[in-house]
Protein backbone atom coordinates (compact mmCIF):
# COMPACT_ATOMS: atom_id res chain seq x y z
CA UNK A 1 0.00 0.00 0.00
CA UNK A 2 1.63 3.12 -1.17
CA UNK A 3 2.30 5.98 1.44
CA UNK A 4 -0.12 8.25 0.45
CA UNK A 5 -2.82 5.63 1.32
CA UNK A 6 -1.87 4.27 4.28
CA UNK A 7 -1.52 8.12 5.54
CA UNK A 8 -5.16 8.93 4.79
CA UNK A 9 -6.24 4.99 6.40
CA UNK A 10 -4.69 6.26 9.56
CA UNK A 11 -6.70 9.30 9.36
CA UNK A 12 -10.18 8.30 8.28
CA UNK A 13 -10.12 5.19 11.19
CA UNK A 14 -9.33 7.49 14.02
CA UNK A 15 -11.61 10.41 12.64
CA UNK A 16 -14.18 7.41 11.69
CA UNK A 17 -14.41 5.78 15.07
CA UNK A 18 -14.22 9.16 16.92
CA UNK A 19 -17.79 10.08 14.68
CA UNK A 20 -19.30 6.81 15.58
CA UNK A 21 -18.65 6.97 19.40
CA UNK A 22 -19.28 11.03 20.27
CA UNK A 23 -22.37 12.47 21.06
CA UNK A 24 -22.58 15.10 17.97
CA UNK A 25 -20.54 18.77 19.04
CA UNK A 26 -22.30 21.85 18.22
CA UNK A 27 -20.05 24.26 17.06
CA UNK A 28 -20.74 28.01 15.18
CA UNK A 29 -22.79 28.54 12.39
CA UNK A 30 -24.79 25.12 12.90
CA UNK A 31 -21.31 22.80 12.21
CA UNK A 32 -21.79 19.27 14.02
CA UNK A 33 -19.72 16.23 13.89
CA UNK A 34 -21.66 12.76 14.21
CA UNK A 35 -21.91 9.33 12.51
CA UNK A 36 -22.72 10.42 9.18
CA UNK A 37 -19.84 12.79 8.52
CA UNK A 38 -19.68 16.44 9.23
CA UNK A 39 -22.79 18.73 8.79
CA UNK A 40 -23.68 22.34 8.62
CA UNK A 41 -27.12 23.18 9.42
CA UNK A 42 -28.60 27.07 8.51
CA UNK A 43 -32.32 26.90 8.72
CA UNK A 44 -33.72 25.03 5.95
CA UNK A 45 -30.37 24.24 4.25
CA UNK A 46 -28.35 21.07 5.68
CA UNK A 47 -25.27 19.96 4.00
CA UNK A 48 -23.42 16.96 5.02
CA UNK A 49 -19.83 15.92 4.12
CA UNK A 50 -18.76 12.56 4.22
CA UNK A 51 -17.21 9.32 2.48
CA UNK A 52 -15.78 5.67 2.81
CA UNK A 53 -12.76 3.95 2.94
CA UNK A 54 -12.86 0.02 1.90
CA UNK A 55 -9.40 -2.18 2.66
CA UNK A 56 -8.91 -5.33 1.09
CA UNK A 57 -6.49 -7.66 1.90
CA UNK A 58 -7.55 -11.40 0.20
CA UNK A 59 -5.92 -14.49 -0.75
CA UNK A 60 -6.76 -17.23 -3.76
CA UNK A 61 -6.29 -20.59 -5.13
CA UNK A 62 -7.40 -21.54 -8.34
CA UNK A 63 -5.55 -24.76 -8.58
CA UNK A 64 -2.48 -23.42 -10.59
CA UNK A 65 -1.09 -22.15 -7.11
CA UNK A 66 -1.78 -19.38 -4.33
CA UNK A 67 -1.33 -15.85 -4.74
CA UNK A 68 -2.08 -12.93 -2.42
CA UNK A 69 -3.08 -9.23 -2.99
CA UNK A 70 -3.92 -6.13 -0.62
CA UNK A 71 -5.37 -2.49 -1.97
CA UNK A 72 -7.92 -0.24 -1.59
CA UNK A 73 -11.30 -1.20 -2.75
CA UNK A 74 -13.32 1.79 -1.95
CA UNK A 75 -11.87 5.61 -1.39
CA UNK A 76 -14.78 7.96 -1.98
CA UNK A 77 -15.94 11.29 -0.60
CA UNK A 78 -19.67 12.01 -0.61
CA UNK A 79 -21.13 15.49 -0.03
CA UNK A 80 -24.82 15.97 0.38
CA UNK A 81 -27.31 18.28 1.24
CA UNK A 82 -31.11 19.53 1.61
CA UNK A 83 -33.53 22.47 1.40
CA UNK A 84 -36.12 21.61 3.51
CA UNK A 85 -38.13 18.38 2.89
CA UNK A 86 -38.54 19.27 -1.26
CA UNK A 87 -35.30 19.33 -2.82
CA UNK A 88 -31.91 16.69 -1.94
CA UNK A 89 -28.96 16.31 -3.82
CA UNK A 90 -25.55 13.87 -3.84
CA UNK A 91 -22.31 13.86 -5.25
CA UNK A 92 -19.89 10.70 -4.91
CA UNK A 93 -16.09 10.61 -6.12
CA UNK A 94 -14.31 7.59 -6.41
CA UNK A 95 -10.34 8.10 -6.03
CA UNK A 96 -9.72 3.92 -6.33
CA UNK A 97 -10.10 1.32 -8.66
CA UNK A 98 -12.60 2.14 -11.38
CA UNK A 99 -12.27 5.75 -9.99
CA UNK A 100 -15.00 8.41 -11.53
CA UNK A 101 -18.30 9.72 -10.52
CA UNK A 102 -20.97 7.41 -8.64
CA UNK A 103 -24.10 9.49 -7.42
CA UNK A 104 -24.45 12.40 -9.09
CA UNK A 105 -27.73 13.30 -8.93
CA UNK A 106 -30.49 15.76 -7.63
CA UNK A 107 -34.34 15.53 -6.86
CA UNK A 108 -37.32 17.04 -5.81
CA UNK A 109 -40.33 15.72 -3.79
CA UNK A 110 -43.54 17.83 -4.69
CA UNK A 111 -45.66 16.13 -2.52
CA UNK A 112 -44.85 13.56 0.48
CA UNK A 113 -45.37 10.30 -1.00
CA UNK A 114 -43.26 11.37 -4.73
CA UNK A 115 -40.16 12.02 -5.73
CA UNK A 116 -38.22 13.16 -8.95
CA UNK A 117 -34.88 12.08 -9.43
CA UNK A 118 -32.66 13.01 -12.38
CA UNK A 119 -28.53 12.60 -12.74
CA UNK A 120 -26.20 9.32 -12.41
CA UNK A 121 -27.12 7.10 -9.71
CA UNK A 122 -28.29 3.32 -9.05
CA UNK A 123 -31.21 1.58 -11.31
CA UNK A 124 -34.15 1.20 -9.88
CA UNK A 125 -33.99 -2.84 -10.49
CA UNK A 126 -32.17 -5.18 -8.14
CA UNK A 127 -32.11 -5.13 -4.47
CA UNK A 128 -29.01 -6.50 -3.58
CA UNK A 129 -27.63 -3.29 -5.99
CA UNK A 130 -29.62 -1.30 -4.21
CA UNK A 131 -28.08 -1.81 -0.55
CA UNK A 132 -25.18 0.31 0.08
CA UNK A 133 -21.65 -0.87 -0.17
CA UNK A 134 -21.63 -0.09 3.08
CA UNK A 135 -24.28 -2.13 3.99
CA UNK A 136 -23.70 -5.70 1.96
CA UNK A 137 -23.44 -8.70 4.00
CA UNK A 138 -20.26 -10.01 2.36
CA UNK A 139 -17.38 -8.23 1.20
CA UNK A 140 -18.71 -8.35 -2.55
CA UNK A 141 -22.08 -8.70 -3.95
CA UNK A 142 -23.33 -12.34 -5.65
CA UNK A 143 -23.14 -13.56 -8.77
CA UNK A 144 -26.73 -12.20 -9.60
CA UNK A 145 -25.42 -9.29 -9.73
CA UNK A 146 -23.65 -9.72 -12.43
CA UNK A 147 -26.78 -9.07 -14.82
CA UNK A 148 -28.28 -5.81 -12.88
CA UNK A 149 -27.95 -2.73 -14.35
CA UNK A 150 -26.29 -1.09 -11.31
CA UNK A 151 -25.42 2.87 -11.81
CA UNK A 152 -27.55 4.86 -15.11
CA UNK A 153 -27.64 8.37 -15.94
CA UNK A 154 -31.04 9.19 -16.15
CA UNK A 155 -33.99 10.05 -14.53
CA UNK A 156 -37.20 8.26 -12.43
CA UNK A 157 -40.21 8.63 -10.39
CA UNK A 158 -40.92 7.16 -7.16
CA UNK A 159 -43.62 7.02 -4.99
CA UNK A 160 -43.90 4.98 -1.85
CA UNK A 161 -46.58 3.85 0.85
CA UNK A 162 -46.72 2.97 4.41
CA UNK A 163 -45.59 -0.52 3.08
CA UNK A 164 -45.10 -0.10 -0.28
CA UNK A 165 -42.67 1.39 -3.24
CA UNK A 166 -43.05 2.05 -6.79
CA UNK A 167 -39.87 3.21 -9.06
CA UNK A 168 -39.51 4.01 -13.01
CA UNK A 169 -37.60 5.76 -15.30
CA UNK A 170 -35.55 6.13 -18.60
CA UNK A 171 -31.75 5.47 -18.17
CA UNK A 172 -29.12 5.52 -20.39
CA UNK A 173 -25.12 4.63 -19.84
CA UNK A 174 -23.65 5.49 -16.70
CA UNK A 175 -21.06 7.99 -16.57
CA UNK A 176 -18.29 5.80 -15.28
CA UNK A 177 -17.10 2.00 -14.72
CA UNK A 178 -18.33 1.09 -11.25
CA UNK A 179 -17.88 -2.41 -9.33
CA UNK A 180 -15.73 -4.00 -11.81
CA UNK A 181 -19.04 -3.74 -14.60
CA UNK A 182 -18.60 -1.73 -17.95
CA UNK A 183 -21.00 0.64 -17.92
CA UNK A 184 -22.55 -0.39 -21.86
CA UNK A 185 -25.91 -0.95 -21.13
CA UNK A 186 -27.76 1.09 -23.73
CA UNK A 187 -30.97 3.10 -23.43
CA UNK A 188 -34.31 2.31 -22.08
CA UNK A 189 -36.82 1.74 -19.28
CA UNK A 190 -36.49 0.31 -16.06
CA UNK A 191 -38.85 -0.20 -12.82
CA UNK A 192 -38.93 -2.08 -9.34
CA UNK A 193 -42.21 -2.19 -7.03
CA UNK A 194 -42.08 -3.29 -3.55
CA UNK A 195 -44.47 -4.39 -0.88
CA UNK A 196 -43.98 -4.86 2.63
CA UNK A 197 -47.26 -6.76 4.08
CA UNK A 198 -45.27 -7.06 7.36
CA UNK A 199 -43.15 -4.56 9.10
CA UNK A 200 -42.33 -3.91 12.71
CA UNK A 201 -39.56 -3.88 15.40
CA UNK A 202 -39.11 -7.16 15.40
CA UNK A 203 -39.09 -8.40 11.69
CA UNK A 204 -40.47 -8.14 7.99
CA UNK A 205 -41.47 -9.75 5.07
CA UNK A 206 -40.53 -8.31 1.46
CA UNK A 207 -41.50 -8.91 -1.64
CA UNK A 208 -40.03 -7.36 -4.98
CA UNK A 209 -40.30 -7.22 -8.59
CA UNK A 210 -37.96 -5.73 -11.46
CA UNK A 211 -38.40 -5.32 -14.90
CA UNK A 212 -35.99 -3.09 -17.30
CA UNK A 213 -35.95 -2.83 -20.94
CA UNK A 214 -33.37 -1.56 -23.25
CA UNK A 215 -32.29 -0.94 -26.51
CA UNK A 216 -28.77 -0.58 -28.41
CA UNK A 217 -27.05 1.61 -31.20
CA UNK A 218 -25.55 -0.50 -34.38
CA UNK A 219 -21.88 -0.41 -32.76
CA UNK A 220 -22.61 -0.91 -29.33
CA UNK A 221 -20.91 -4.09 -27.51
CA UNK A 222 -22.32 -5.60 -23.95
CA UNK A 223 -20.36 -7.58 -21.68
CA UNK A 224 -20.68 -9.56 -18.44
CA UNK A 225 -18.65 -10.80 -15.94
CA UNK A 226 -17.71 -12.09 -12.60
CA UNK A 227 -14.84 -12.59 -10.14
CA UNK A 228 -14.92 -14.89 -7.64
CA UNK A 229 -15.85 -13.42 -4.52
CA UNK A 230 -13.33 -10.76 -3.89
CA UNK A 231 -12.23 -7.56 -6.51
CA UNK A 232 -8.19 -8.65 -6.15
CA UNK A 233 -8.74 -11.83 -7.49
CA UNK A 234 -9.00 -12.27 -11.44
CA UNK A 235 -12.67 -12.86 -13.09
CA UNK A 236 -14.33 -16.57 -12.89
CA UNK A 237 -16.42 -16.12 -15.60
CA UNK A 238 -16.79 -13.69 -18.42
CA UNK A 239 -18.78 -13.08 -21.97
CA UNK A 240 -16.21 -11.01 -23.67
CA UNK A 241 -17.35 -8.75 -26.16
CA UNK A 242 -21.25 -9.44 -27.39
CA UNK A 243 -21.84 -7.48 -30.89
CA UNK A 244 -24.30 -6.06 -32.40
CA UNK A 245 -26.96 -6.02 -29.67
CA UNK A 246 -30.64 -5.09 -30.61
CA UNK A 247 -32.59 -5.40 -26.99
CA UNK A 248 -32.02 -6.36 -23.77
CA UNK A 249 -34.80 -7.61 -21.45
CA UNK A 250 -34.87 -8.27 -17.62
CA UNK A 251 -36.36 -9.25 -15.12
CA UNK A 252 -36.32 -9.94 -11.43
CA UNK A 253 -38.04 -11.34 -8.28
CA UNK A 254 -37.05 -10.58 -4.62
CA UNK A 255 -37.78 -12.17 -1.73
CA UNK A 256 -36.63 -10.75 1.79
CA UNK A 257 -37.89 -11.50 5.81
CA UNK A 258 -36.62 -11.24 9.05
CA UNK A 259 -37.63 -12.00 12.50
CA UNK A 260 -35.34 -9.87 15.36
CA UNK A 261 -31.82 -10.88 14.78
CA UNK A 262 -32.00 -13.57 12.04
CA UNK A 263 -32.43 -12.23 8.16
CA UNK A 264 -32.62 -14.31 4.57
CA UNK A 265 -32.61 -12.27 1.56
CA UNK A 266 -32.62 -14.32 -1.73
CA UNK A 267 -33.40 -12.35 -5.64
CA UNK A 268 -33.51 -14.20 -9.45
CA UNK A 269 -32.37 -12.29 -12.22
CA UNK A 270 -33.16 -13.56 -15.74
CA UNK A 271 -31.36 -11.55 -18.98
CA UNK A 272 -32.61 -12.07 -22.71
CA UNK A 273 -30.28 -10.27 -25.10
CA UNK A 274 -31.70 -10.16 -28.96
CA UNK A 275 -29.27 -9.25 -31.62
CA UNK A 276 -29.34 -8.24 -35.01
CA UNK A 277 -26.65 -11.15 -36.04
CA UNK A 278 -26.76 -14.23 -34.46
CA UNK A 279 -29.42 -15.64 -32.11
CA UNK A 280 -31.54 -14.32 -29.03
CA UNK A 281 -28.98 -15.07 -25.79
CA UNK A 282 -30.32 -16.13 -22.38
CA UNK A 283 -28.88 -15.50 -19.09
CA UNK A 284 -30.19 -16.46 -15.44
CA UNK A 285 -28.83 -15.32 -12.25
CA UNK A 286 -30.00 -16.48 -8.25
CA UNK A 287 -28.66 -15.97 -4.57
CA UNK A 288 -30.26 -16.56 -1.77
CA UNK A 289 -28.30 -15.76 2.22
CA UNK A 290 -28.93 -15.86 5.87
CA UNK A 291 -27.87 -13.35 8.26
CA UNK A 292 -27.51 -13.95 12.15
CA UNK A 293 -26.87 -11.35 14.77
CA UNK A 294 -25.00 -13.04 17.43
CA UNK A 295 -25.42 -10.29 19.51
CA UNK A 296 -28.93 -10.27 19.53
CA UNK A 297 -29.67 -7.28 17.57
CA UNK A 298 -32.60 -6.91 14.95
CA UNK A 299 -32.43 -6.17 11.68
CA UNK A 300 -34.40 -2.95 9.92
CA UNK A 301 -36.63 -2.17 6.88
CA UNK A 302 -36.75 1.07 5.28
CA UNK A 303 -39.92 1.81 4.55
CA UNK A 304 -39.27 5.04 1.65
CA UNK A 305 -36.57 2.66 -0.42
CA UNK A 306 -38.25 -0.88 0.13
CA UNK A 307 -35.13 -2.40 1.35
CA UNK A 308 -33.32 -3.98 3.97
CA UNK A 309 -31.45 -1.85 5.94
CA UNK A 310 -28.82 -3.58 8.27
CA UNK A 311 -28.60 -4.46 11.87
CA UNK A 312 -29.47 -1.77 14.61
CA UNK A 313 -26.78 -1.30 16.36
CA UNK A 314 -26.52 -0.10 20.11
CA UNK A 315 -24.66 3.13 20.13
CA UNK A 316 -22.32 2.08 23.07
CA UNK A 317 -21.50 -0.91 21.67
CA UNK A 318 -20.80 -2.69 18.44
CA UNK A 319 -22.65 -6.17 17.19
CA UNK A 320 -21.29 -9.39 15.62
CA UNK A 321 -22.79 -10.84 12.57
CA UNK A 322 -22.56 -14.54 10.57
CA UNK A 323 -23.73 -15.32 7.05
CA UNK A 324 -23.80 -17.98 4.67
CA UNK A 325 -25.01 -17.21 1.17
CA UNK A 326 -25.06 -19.60 -2.50
CA UNK A 327 -25.35 -18.04 -6.02
CA UNK A 328 -25.58 -18.93 -9.50
CA UNK A 329 -24.97 -17.33 -12.85
CA UNK A 330 -25.81 -19.77 -16.30
CA UNK A 331 -24.33 -17.57 -19.29
CA UNK A 332 -24.05 -20.88 -20.87
CA UNK A 333 -25.80 -20.75 -24.56
CA UNK A 334 -25.40 -23.00 -27.74
CA UNK A 335 -24.32 -19.58 -29.09
CA UNK A 336 -22.00 -18.48 -26.75
CA UNK A 337 -19.82 -20.84 -24.86
CA UNK A 338 -19.33 -18.77 -21.20
CA UNK A 339 -20.07 -22.11 -19.22
CA UNK A 340 -21.93 -21.24 -15.73
CA UNK A 341 -20.50 -20.52 -12.55
CA UNK A 342 -21.60 -21.56 -8.35
CA UNK A 343 -20.43 -19.56 -4.90
CA UNK A 344 -20.71 -20.89 -1.61
CA UNK A 345 -20.08 -17.67 0.70
CA UNK A 346 -19.95 -17.73 4.62
CA UNK A 347 -18.65 -14.46 6.52
CA UNK A 348 -18.10 -12.91 9.70
CA UNK A 349 -18.72 -9.19 10.87
CA UNK A 350 -18.09 -7.23 13.70
CA UNK A 351 -19.34 -4.11 14.00
CA UNK A 352 -17.33 -2.31 15.92
CA UNK A 353 -18.86 1.04 16.28
CA UNK A 354 -21.10 2.58 13.47
CA UNK A 355 -18.91 4.09 11.13
CA UNK A 356 -16.14 0.71 11.55
CA UNK A 357 -16.95 -2.68 10.62
CA UNK A 358 -14.49 -5.50 10.04
CA UNK A 359 -15.36 -8.17 7.63
CA UNK A 360 -14.23 -11.51 6.40
CA UNK A 361 -15.57 -14.36 3.96
CA UNK A 362 -14.22 -17.86 2.84
CA UNK A 363 -15.84 -18.28 -0.72
CA UNK A 364 -15.08 -21.65 -2.53
CA UNK A 365 -16.49 -20.57 -6.45
CA UNK A 366 -16.80 -23.08 -9.33
CA UNK A 367 -16.87 -22.33 -13.32
CA UNK A 368 -17.97 -25.53 -15.39
CA UNK A 369 -19.78 -26.55 -18.77
CA UNK A 370 -17.90 -24.59 -21.42
CA UNK A 371 -16.31 -26.67 -23.69
CA UNK A 372 -13.12 -23.98 -25.17
CA UNK A 373 -12.15 -23.19 -21.04
CA UNK A 374 -11.22 -25.83 -18.36
CA UNK A 375 -13.47 -26.36 -15.27
CA UNK A 376 -12.06 -24.31 -12.40
CA UNK A 377 -12.53 -24.31 -8.44
CA UNK A 378 -11.27 -21.43 -6.62
CA UNK A 379 -11.04 -20.96 -2.83
CA UNK A 380 -10.99 -17.41 -1.55
CA UNK A 381 -10.23 -15.73 1.47
CA UNK A 382 -11.07 -12.24 2.07
CA UNK A 383 -10.98 -9.55 4.82
CA UNK A 384 -12.20 -5.69 4.63
CA UNK A 385 -11.75 -2.75 7.17
CA UNK A 386 -14.88 -0.65 6.29
CA UNK A 387 -14.62 3.20 7.76
CA UNK A 388 -17.81 4.89 6.83
CA UNK A 389 -18.06 8.52 7.66
Not at 83 to 92: E, K, M, N, P, S
Not at 203 to 228: I, K, M, Q
Amino acid sequence: MTKHFSRAFVACLFAAYGLGQTAPLAAKEGLSTGPDGIKLESGDVELTLGGRLHLDAAIFDDGTGSESEADVRRARLEFSGRIGDVLRFRVDREFAGADGWRNLWASIRPVDAIEIKGGNFIVPFSMEDMQSSNDTVFVERSLASTLAPAFGLGGAVKAAGNNWTVSAGYFGDALDDAEGRAKERGDGFAGRATFAPTRGDDGFLHLGAAYERRSFDTLDVVRFSSGPGSDLAPNLIQTGGIGSPSKLNNAGAELAFAHKSLQFQGQYIATRLSRDLGPRLKFDSWYGQVSWMLTGENYQYSRSNGLPSGPKLHKKRGGVELAARYSELDLDNSALDAGKASSVSVGANWYVCSNVRLMANYVHSTHSDSLVRPDRKVDLGVARLQIAF
